[in-house]
């Protein structure tokens, strides 16, 4: 996704995190520090890495992730209400996301471990599948703690990112920022109008799209004004393998131990804040065009699939809520 028609009068700001880039088109008060409020983006982006990056050996997940079995570890506040969160989400859609799927990430070579894009054997993916649960992890509300059963290998990669959008609003909220866009690897959450009075317009891209291609309204397959609200896109055409004539997704159904084999393109998910959207649009892509479509009704979700068609071409479904957001 992208941000369409800057006005001359909103100040950008861009760095890295989490593999990827991030971006804040804002409205700053009058007589704000540009460079202090960089750096304070930074920071905030900076602290969801250093708590919740499976990349990063010495964060706090990595180190819960290493935790010696039968342990209870206190977590930051930030991590420990993504995991809350991650959890009552893994209940609420029948395991189809579960934070604990890491095991079978890794083995199929999507992880940090850089193991080779293969096709493991049924006896491994069963052997990964025995650390995959998230009913093993209890949690302390009171003293933001969790417990290691041992074994469990907890990946937050797909909802830390939308956390982080999350915190960055939150941070401008606090410098009297009353509009501004906020970017993280495509993830947006927008606040506010424009100084013109007009919302802010994300594109989605179409399915097939090159890397930086949404910037061409020919490579946009929706506009979306976001009126202080979150969208997250969730695709597989730029992260899978291929061996032995099939293709392999990089979303993981924890329930079976294997990529997900419907024909999903992307999903959209329209929400109030990016951590929400984020977490959705994995959900939504591992529970597929059927069951998603009725999970996103039955819970009111602005949900938009592109599916794969046997003829090559794509359809568009939208849930009422998407269908009505949408130009």
């Not at 700001?13 to 304070?40: C, H, Q, Y």
Request: glycine share 10%; net charge negative.
């Amino acid at each position: 996704m992208a941000m369409l028609a800057s006005a001359t009068d909103v100040r950008r700001f861009e760095g890295e995190t989490m593999g990827t880039t991030w971006s804040v088109n804002a409205v700053l008060p009058p007589k704000a520090d540009d460079a202090a409020i960089e750096r304070g983006i930074q920071a905030e982006v900076d602290r969801v890495v250093a708590q919740m990056s499976t990349y990063e050996p010495d964060s706090d997940l990595s180190r819960f992730n290493r935790a010696p079995a039968g342990t209870w570890q206190t977590l930051p506040p930030e991590f420990y209400q993504v995991l809350s969160y991650a959890l009552t989400l893994a209940k609420d859609s029948g395991g189809a996301y579960d934070p604990t799927v890491g095991p079978l990430v890794n083995l199929w070579g999507f992880g940090p471990d850089k193991r080779p894009h293969e096709a493991p054997d049924a006896a491994t993916i069963a052997a990964a599948r025995a650390r995959v649960g998230w009913q093993r992890i209890k949690l302390d509300e009171a003293a933001h703690r969790a417990f290691q059963p041992g074994g469990v290998y907890v990946d937050l990669s797909s909802v830390a990112k939308g956390f982080g959008v999350d915190q960055v609003a939150r941070y401008l909220d606090t410098q009297g920022v009353k509009a501004y866009l906020v970017e993280v690897g495509g993830e947006l959450r927008a606040h506010g109008r424009k100084p013109d009075g007009s919302p802010w317009h994300v594109g989605i891209e179409r399915p097939g799209a090159a890397a930086g291609a949404v910037d061409n309204v020919d490579e946009v397959g929706r506009i979306v004004s976001l009126d202080d609200k979150a969208i997250a896109t969730s695709g597989d055409y730029r992260h899978f393998f291929e061996t032995g004539g099939r293709f392999y997704s990089h979303h993981i159904d924890p329930r079976t131990g294997y990529p997900v084999a419907h024909k999903v393109a992307t999903v959209s998910i329209l929400a109030a804040d990016c951590m929400h959207a984020d977490s959705l649009g994995t959900t939504m892509t591992v529970l597929g065009p059927e069951e998603g479509m009725a999970y996103a009704k039955a819970h009111e979700l602005a949900v938009r699939f592109v599916i794969y068609r046997d003829d090559g071409h794509f359809e568009e479904r939208m849930s009422p809520a998407f269908a009505r957001a949408v130009r």
